[in-house]
Every structure is written in structure tokens, then in C-alpha cells.
């Protein structure tokens, strides 16, 4: 014949392994919100990640209160503030004895591993803080795939060389390799070194100069090349740069020059970039002096 207590007993064990269960699920959903962060970022997974990490541990702790934890209501007179010596001993006791919610070492444990594993993914994010992370917003927004060495190839990936350009006509480069970046494109002209007026930012080789081809003012692409007169104009909202004085705007609400690009070329006679732009490209993001 079943008692009571071992019914309860039963009951008890069944609920630990429930709520031991649940702090385990708690746990790896910590674990797949580090690993999608780690990995580039996925921002559905992340959050049912972080929805599975807390739904674990609120589960668990529901159930350790309402399975393990005395319950039901009490009602007694008013007792003085100060519980007699019987009661503290009575209490001091059932707190030490063998089922005390506080001895269940085992529950304690997945609860601190629970909690160790959310706090140490809650870690991932801070590392787009950190000075050496290159996916930092901050410098996401400071460099493009440009690089010393790159080379400037057109949109079908076929390199370009100075004789390429021709006069009169602005030719469409990208960085060899990432022709889809979108902070990337750039446009090579040539230009009389006689008439120019302020040297241009990224040097020139053979008359060849380049520019970001996206407008400082709402990164349109300034595709409009007025020829012969050195200017380029943007469709978008009419900024108009001066192509013989450094790039820098003339007219409309741009207010900053197009970012150059340093060229130089290398043994096999192609161009290559001298580094990253000269400044970032596109709209502004702060404010220069």
C-alpha cells in the first residue's frame, strides 16, 4: 500500500528533475545566443535564444516555489516580534534537516550554472565595445574593403590600368574581390595636372585620379560627369563638386568633399589603391573641421 509521504516523495523528486531540466534548457538557450552572436549575428535566433535562456530559468524557479516550497494559507493571532526560543530552534532545524529547499544542492547548482551561462552571453555583446573589434560599428563606419594593394577592377572584375580611362569620361571601379561592398565604389577620371587647382587628396597617377562615387550629402551615387569643365554633379539633390579642386562641393547641400582614393600602380601596370579613402564615404556621421 502507497503512504502519503512516499507519494510525496515521488513528487518531489519528479518536480527537481523538471525544474533541473528546465535550468539545463535555460542554459544552452544562453549558449545559442553567444554562439549566433559569435557568429555574425542573427537577430530572430538571438531573440528566441534569450527568449528560451529566460523562459528556463522563470519556469524553474515557478516550479521550485510551488512544488518544493511549503503552501497554503495560514492565519494566526498576532505573535510578538520576537518567535520564542522552540519556534527558532523548531525553524533553525527544519532549514538543516535533510529537506530543506535550501540543501537541494543539486537544484542550486543547475540554477548558478543557468545563471553563469546567461550572464556569460550577456559578455558577448560588450565585445562591439571593445578598441579591436573590427565589426564595431564605429569602425564599420571609419573603413571600407579598401586597402593598400587592392586592386581596382571594373564591375565585371577585370583590372584597370591608366590607359583605361579615358578623358572626358568617369569609369566605375570597385575593390578587387568585394565589388558588391556598398561603401566601396569609387570612380576613376582623368584630369589635366595643369589645371588643377588643389591637389587632389588621394595623388594622381598619370593623370587618373579617384573619388568615392557616393555623394557627402545622402550617399546618392554623383554619376553625372559635366565634361570639360571638371565638375561632377549628384541626380539626387543637385550637390555639384569641383573635381580640379579636390572634389569639394560648389553647389547644393552637400558639405563635405568626396572621399579620394591614394593609387598607385603596381609591377604589372595595374592600378592599385594606396590605402583606404581619404575620409569616410558618404553622408557625414560627424563633423569635420
Known amino acids: 500500500m502507497t503512504t502519503s509521504g512516499s507519494s510525496d516523495g515521488r513528487g518531489q523528486r519528479t518536480a527537481a528533475r523538471v525544474i533541473a531540466a528546465a535550468f539545463g534548457v535555460s542554459a544552452l538557450g544562453a549558449a545559442g545566443f553567444a554562439a549566433a552572436y559569435a557568429t555574425g549575428g542573427?537577430?530572430?535566433?538571438?531573440?528566441?535564444?534569450?527568449?528560451?535562456?529566460f523562459a528556463g530559468i522563470a519556469l524553474g524557479l515557478s516550479l521550485w516555489a510551488r512544488r518544493l516550497l511549503p503552501t497554503g494559507g495560514y492565519v494566526e493571532?498576532?505573535?510578538?516580534?520576537?518567535?520564542?526560543?522552540?519556534?527558532?530552534?523548531?525553524?533553525?532545524?527544519?532549514?538543516?534537516?535533510?529537506?530543506?529547499p535550501t540543501r537541494r544542492a543539486?537544484?542550486?547548482?543547475?540554477?548558478?550554472g543557468a545563471l553563469l551561462a546567461l550572464g556569460g552571453a550577456a559578455l558577448f555583446?560588450?565585445?562591439?565595445?571593445?578598441?579591436?573589434?573590427?565589426?564595431?560599428?564605429?569602425h564599420a563606419l571609419r573603413h571600407t574593403p579598401w586597402a593598400d594593394g587592392v586592386r581596382l577592377v571594373g564591375a565585371d572584375g577585370t583590372p584597370v590600368?591608366?590607359?583605361?580611362?579615358?578623358?572626358?569620361?568617369?569609369?566605375?571601379?570597385?575593390?578587387?574581390?568585394?565589388?558588391?561592398?556598398?561603401?566601396?565604389?569609387?570612380?576613376?577620371?582623368?584630369?589635366?595636372?595643369?589645371?588643377?587647382t588643389v591637389p587632389p587628396p588621394g595623388?594622381?597617377?598619370?593623370?587618373?585620379?579617384?573619388?568615392?562615387?557616393l555623394c557627402t550629402h545622402a550617399g546618392c551615387p554623383v554619376r553625372l560627369y559635366l565634361k570639360g569643365?571638371?565638375?561632377?554633379?549628384?541626380?539626387?539633390?543637385?550637390?555639384?563638386?569641383?573635381?580640379?579642386?579636390?572634389a569639394r562641393p560648389v553647389?547644393?547641400?552637400?558639405?563635405?568633399?568626396?572621399?579620394?582614393?591614394?593609387?598607385?600602380?603596381?609591377?604589372?601596370?595595374?592600378l592599385v589603391a594606396a590605402g583606404d579613402f581619404t575620409a569616410p564615404p558618404g553622408p557625414g556621421f560627424w563633423s569635420y573641421p
Not at 87 to 98: D, I, K, M
Not at 106 to 112: K, P, R, S, T, Y
Not at 183 to 192: C, M, Q, S, T
Open 42 to 53: 542573427q537577430t530572430q535566433w538571438e531573440g528566441a535564444s534569450l527568449a528560451v535562456a
Open 77 to 100: 493571532e498576532h505573535e510578538p516580534f520576537d518567535s520564542p526560543a522552540d519556534e527558532r530552534r523548531l525553524a533553525a532545524a527544519a532549514l538543516a534537516g535533510p529537506e530543506s
Open 106 to 112: 543539486g537544484l542550486v547548482a543547475a540554477l548558478g
Open 125 to 138: 555583446p560588450l565585445r562591439s565595445m571593445l578598441p579591436f573589434d573590427k565589426s564595431r560599428p564605429e
Open 161 to 196: 590600368r591608366p590607359a583605361d580611362v579615358p578623358a572626358g569620361a568617369i569609369v566605375g571601379v570597385f575593390p578587387e574581390g568585394d565589388v558588391t561592398a556598398a561603401d566601396a565604389p569609387a570612380f576613376a577620371v582623368r584630369l589635366d595636372p595643369a589645371e588643377l
Open 203 to 213: 595623388g594622381q597617377v598619370d593623370g587618373v585620379v579617384v573619388y568615392s562615387l
Open 229 to 246: 569643365t571638371g565638375r561632377l554633379l549628384c541626380p539626387c539633390h543637385q550637390s555639384n563638386f569641383d573635381l580640379l579642386a579636390a
Open 251 to 270: 553647389a547644393g547641400p552637400a558639405a563635405r568633399p568626396l572621399p579620394g582614393l591614394p593609387i598607385r600602380l603596381d609591377p604589372a601596370g595595374h
